[in-house]
């Protein structure tokens, strides 16, 4: 404990609620609120922030002196993960879907510089990740580390998530509440501390997310929190697979950005939106609706993407849902 030098997770978070003004939530008769996590902490980005605060403080009371956890090339959770490591005193590895090229990305390079150490691994190998003979290599590699799951997902996690709701004024009177979802680790956070009169609505950034209910029930029980119900999973707003883009999704994040203000990652957050606003569009949100839209953050994942979010976006032909 004698290294630690600074907690980021000491302070509370107390995320801004903005109101959305767009034509398509006036005609609709809703009004439409999102909860700017991305604005918790510049580093720390969104929801991770919350997954990281508990899962980081308990292994640091526990002693540990290093961390290992999974990733993609360009993870948030491996971006936050390697900064809150490197603020606390904690060496950092982060085990790296892909190949080793991908060390100069914004994403890893920012993490190299916090100290991270990277090992690269091929897709077969890091489908092997919960395996315990992995885990097992690993240690030999890396001696003794606390383990991260991918993306933050597991008990402390849910706890850190459930503060997302859980302290936010008046959040009963939202009907319905919406988060993008990659594990579902926030998803079953926010289920956590749900008011009995809201509704919940995950969107799956991932093609094939059916698997998504049942890890988040899992993670509900190995928490001990019971199931309130009361939510359901959107699961074809991956326009087209995990990370990928299209013209529309590039066109909608850059119109919704010049009417809101607000920036949208093309891998979470502007997935959800517009999956979001077609389902208004779709008159699929009963008028009268109050609904919570919560920005997970995640924007250090649009560097190196602008030229392709740029060109898609001028490629688009047709209309909006705004
Ligand atoms: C990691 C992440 C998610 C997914 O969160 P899960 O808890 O894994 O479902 C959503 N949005 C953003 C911006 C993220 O970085």
């Given at each position: 404990?004698?290294?630690?030098?600074?907690?980021?997770?000491?302070?509370t978070?107390?995320?801004?609620?903005?109101?959305?003004?767009?034509?398509?939530?006036?005609?609709?008769?809703?009004?439409?609120?999102?909860?700017?996590?991305?604005?918790?902490?510049p580093?720390?980005?969104?929801?991770k922030?919350?997954?990281?605060?508990?899962?980081l403080?308990?292994?640091?009371?526990?002693?540990?002196?290093?961390?290992?956890?999974f990733g993609?090339?360009?993870?948030?959770?491996?971006h936050?993960?390697?900064?809150?490591g490197?603020?606390?005193?904690?060496?950092?590895?982060g085990?790296?879907?892909?190949?080793?090229?991908?060390a100069?990305?914004?994403?890893?390079?920012?993490?190299?510089?916090?100290?991270?150490?990277?090992?690269?691994?091929?897709?077969?190998t890091?489908?092997?990740?919960?395996?315990?003979?992995?885990?097992?290599?690993?240690?030999r590699?890396?001696?003794d580390?606390?383990?991260?799951?991918e993306?933050?997902?597991?008990?402390l996690?849910?706890?850190?998530?459930?503060?997302?709701?859980?302290?936010?004024?008046?959040?009963?009177?939202?009907?319905?509440?919406?988060?993008?979802?990659?594990?579902g680790?926030?998803?079953?956070?926010l289920l956590?501390?749900?008011?009995?009169?809201?509704?919940?609505l995950?969107?799956?950034?991932l093609?094939?997310?059916?698997?998504?209910?049942q890890?988040?029930?899992?993670?509900?029980?190995?928490?001990?929190?019971a199931?309130?119900?009361?939510?359901t999973?959107?699961?074809?707003?991956?326009?087209?697979?995990?990370?990928?883009?299209?013209?529309?999704l590039?066109?909608?994040?850059a119109a919704?950005?010049?009417?809101?203000?607000?920036t949208?990652?093309?891998?979470?957050?502007?997935?959800?939106?517009l999956r979001?606003?077609?389902?208004?569009?779709?008159?699929?949100?009963?008028p009268?609706?109050?609904?919570?839209?919560i920005?997970?953050?995640?924007l250090?994942?649009?560097?190196?993407?602008?030229?392709?979010?740029?060109?898609?976006?001028?490629?688009h032909?047709?209309?909006?849902?705004?």
């Amino acid at each position: 404990m004698s290294n630690r030098r600074f907690n980021p997770f000491e302070s509370t978070a107390r995320p801004a609620l903005q109101l959305l003004q767009l034509d398509l939530y006036r005609r609709a008769g809703i009004e439409v609120w999102i909860l700017r996590l991305d604005k918790v902490h510049p580093l720390i980005s969104g929801n991770k922030w919350y997954k990281l605060k508990y899962t980081l403080q308990d292994l640091v009371r526990r002693g540990e002196k290093r961390v290992l956890t999974f990733g993609g090339a360009y993870s948030n959770h491996v971006h936050a993960l390697a900064f809150a490591g490197q603020a606390m005193g904690i060496e950092t590895i982060g085990v790296i879907r892909g190949e080793p090229a991908y060390a100069a990305n914004p994403t890893l390079t920012d993490a190299r510089s916090w100290g991270m150490k990277l090992e690269f691994v091929d897709r077969a190998t890091y489908r092997s990740r919960r395996d315990p003979d992995f885990e097992l290599q690993l240690h030999r590699r890396f001696g003794d580390f606390g383990l991260v799951a991918e993306g933050g997902f597991g008990p402390l996690g849910l706890l850190g998530c459930r503060e997302i709701i859980a302290g936010l004024d008046g959040v009963a009177g939202f009907d319905l509440i919406c988060v993008a979802a990659g594990t579902g680790g926030t998803l079953a956070g926010l289920l956590a501390a749900k008011p009995v009169s809201s509704r919940l609505l995950g969107f799956s950034a991932l093609k094939g997310g059916d698997f998504l209910s049942q890890d988040i029930i899992t993670l509900l029980q190995q928490a001990g929190e019971a199931d309130p119900g009361g939510w359901t999973l959107q699961l074809d707003a991956h326009c087209g697979g995990y990370a990928r883009t299209t013209p529309l999704l590039a066109a909608f994040m850059a119109a919704f950005r010049q009417k809101t203000g607000v920036t949208l990652d093309p891998v979470y957050t502007g997935k959800m939106l517009l999956r979001f606003n077609q389902m208004v569009a779709d008159g699929e949100v009963v008028p009268g609706s109050r609904v919570l839209l919560i920005h997970s953050g995640g924007l250090q994942g649009l560097r190196g993407m602008e030229k392709t979010l740029y060109d898609q976006e001028h490629a688009h032909r047709g209309g909006l849902p705004l």
